[in-house]
Every structure is written in structure tokens, then in C-alpha cells.
């Protein structure tokens, strides 16, 4: 839709969906409609749209919500892919799993940045850990910032 929208010709939205399409795994439902598909894969088209069009920022709010857990890794995986060709990812999500993938994490709390953690050199596994540390922190009422 945002390539039709934008007047792009046929020939370069095949182009520029079928790599897209094959990452996400829904290369199989491209000629399908929307009541015929899972909610994982309806997500994962959803992720195709916004991505397609390669903006510079991309919101993305519990974008591994309705997925499964191999399915969830990949789009991560495609993810990281997409911030290191120079897209940045803006993620809400409340799973450590997904967040433990990115650069920064901050936490909100009251409205207010209430910590954040930066990747640098750690594994996803250690970022986890920092994460999970810190909502142990805000489950038991700590005010460390």
C-alpha cells in the first residue's frame, strides 16, 4: 500500500517486496486476503509496509506480540538487520526477550525516564540480565536512577 500510494510502477514494488516478503516468511500470502492468514503473519505483513519504504525512523509497538517464538526471533533478527543499514527502531514492547535485542533500553515509570541501559559490547543474554535486574528494581519499589 505506502509503494501505491507513493506511485511507485509495479515492476519496482516487485522489486522491493519480494526480498522484504522473503525475510518476513510471508512470500506464501502475498496473494492472499487478510481473512485467510494468522494474526502472526497479518503481523508480519504489517512490519513489511512499515518497513518497505525504508524511513529513517521506525515505530514499533509490542511488534512481537501475536508471534510465535521462532517467528518473533526472526523479525528481531531482521530488526537488527535494518538498524544497521542506518534505520533507527523505536520499540515499545513489555517482553525483556525482545528488548534484551536492543542498543538502548529505557524504562518509564510515572511518565519519567526512570533508568536506561546502553548495549555496548554485551551479549543479548547479559542485556537481558540488566533488564531483568532493573524490573526486579521497579517491582520492589527502588528509586535508584
Request: hydrophobic share 40%.
Amino acid at each position: 500500500m505506502p509503494l501505491v500510494l507513493g506511485g511507485s510502477s509495479y515492476r519496482e514494488m516487485c522489486s522491493l517486496l519480494t526480498p522484504i516478503a522473503g525475510k518476513l516468511r510471508i512470500t506464501d500470502i502475498l496473494s492472499k486476503f487478510p481473512y485467510e492468514v494468522s494474526g502472526g503473519q497479518k503481523q508480519r505483513a504489517a512490519v513489511a509496509r512499515a518497513l518497505i519504504t525504508k524511513p529513517k525512523l521506525v515505530l514499533a509497538d509490542e511488534p512481537t506480540g501475536a508471534l510465535d517464538s521462532r517467528s518473533a526471533d526472526g523479525l528481531l533478527h531482521i530488526f537488527n538487520e535494518v538498524n544497521a543499514e542506518g534505520q533507527t527502531i523505536l520499540m515499545v514492547t513489555h517482553s525483556a526477550k525482545a528488548a534484551s535485542h536492543a542498543g538502548r533500553v529505557l524504562f518509564i515509570k510515572d511518565g519519567e525516564v526512570f533508568h536506561q541501559i546502553y548495549r555496548g559490547n554485551s551479549t543479548n543474554e547479559q542485556m537481558y540480565q540488566k533488564i531483568s535486574d532493573t524490573l526486579t528494581l521497579l517491582a520492589t519499589g527502588g528509586d535508584q536512577k
